[in-house]
């Protein structure tokens, strides 16, 4: 299949619905990016590359960062990890504090920002002062490329204004389910978060759950296939946060989106892809990501159903 067709096919056909929706303006950092900006790069199994608008320019991971720190606990704890975060799509909003206080401080999955903090939190507890860098380090490896890193504007932002998240690690906290000190906790959630990464970066760092755990780039198994399986089910299941149904049901794929206006999807077996579209739909995932998406799996019938 012409992946570049498709792609320019998609370029094309998304230019209206690059005009919907808001970017995320919680902090000044997010909401000072250019607002029409869309890039897309597909990568397969044989790392082939196809790309098109801007997909060099970096932009923020925000919780697409979930993913890799997810795949870090996983591999570390195995089952141990769900006693503390479980595996349900949540229905929530992703910052929502009802359902953890409800839930006695055990969040519903690990892609919500509560179990996205737990998930970091047990980072934490084995690489101490070291995870942030561990972390980095893993996605740079992963990816084959150095250069990643961390925006910082973004970060002491995310610093200054993330109450909600403070809270919800002090609620957990509170419940026994956080290790670490809470500061610490938030402090590595808020910078992976600001990691910045381009399109071509992060669908090469997603080939790994298209592989059935082995990273083409190296040739190296990253994770064994019964967790690769793990992953990509949570993604499509709660990728979207309470649009994670809706996001199945048009696109059909295992992805994970950011507020940064990212969103990332797998074709098991084939090929992992990016989108970048920085406005957002109403439950924060990109609108015209979304629809990008949802035209190339209709486009190349290579949704997973
Ligand atoms: N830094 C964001 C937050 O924790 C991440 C949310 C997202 O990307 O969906 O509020």
Redesign the pocket.
Known sequence: MNYQVVLDEIKDEIKDFLKKGKVAD?IPALANVKKNEFAMSIIDLDLNEYHVGSYEKNFSI??ISKVFTFTLALLNYSKELYKRVGHEPSGDP??SLIQIEHENGIPRNPFI?AGAIVTTDSLLSIYKENTFDYILQFIQNITNDKTISFDNEVYTS?LKH?Y??VALVNMMKSFGNIENLTNSVIQTY?KQ?SISMNTQQLAKSMLFLANHGINPIKNEVLINEAKAKRINSLMLTCGH?DASGDFAYRVGLPGK????GGIVAVVPKKLAICVYAPRLNKQ?NSLAGTKALELFTSKTGLSIF
């Open positions: 919680y925000q919780s992703f910052n920002n995310e993330g909600r998240n808020f978060c946060y989106s950011g507020v940064g924060g």
